[in-house]
Nanobody, 119 residues
Framework: QVQLVESGGGLVQPGGSLTLACTAS????????LGWYRQAPGEQRELVAV???????KYADSVLGRFTISRDDAENIVSLQMNSLKPEDPVVYYC?????????????WGQGTQVTVTS
């Protein structure tokens, strides 16, 4: 099993910055990738950024150049630095981990942390 706990959400003004952190525990050595997703009320959960075991990263077009994903393997933490935030209704950011187990891909999710960008 893999457990994920997010932190760092809150209220920020447009154009501001915020950094989210996700601490992973459990079968860390089996994780292939760690990522961040976000979901607004009534909408689908969408990928924000993901980083693999080889430290290759991928970003959604909407955040490319503004967000940076990174990982600290020593402390099993994946972070998402968000800059130039745009006004929007509250959105919940979820930490995701994917691993290969029992001959299949397994996804794990954190409880989510809310981010609100408003004046």
């Amino acid at each position: 099993q893999v457990q994920l706990v997010e932190s760092g959400g809150g209220l920020v003004q447009p154009g501001g910055s915020l950094t989210l952190a996700c601490t992973a525990s459990g079968r860390i050595s089996t994780i292939y990738s760690l990522g961040w997703y976000r979901q607004a009320p009534g909408e689908q959960r969408e990928l924000v950024a993901v980083i693999s075991i080889g430290n290759t990263s991928k970003y959604a077009d909407s955040v490319l150049g503004r967000f940076t994903i990174s990982r600290d393997d020593a402390e099993n933490i994946v972070s998402l630095q968000m800059n130039s935030l745009k006004p929007e209704d509250p959105v919940v950011y979820y930490c995701n981990a994917a691993r290969w187990g029992d001959r299949r891909w397994i996804d794990y999710w954190g409880q989510g942390t809310q981010v609100t960008v408003t004046s």
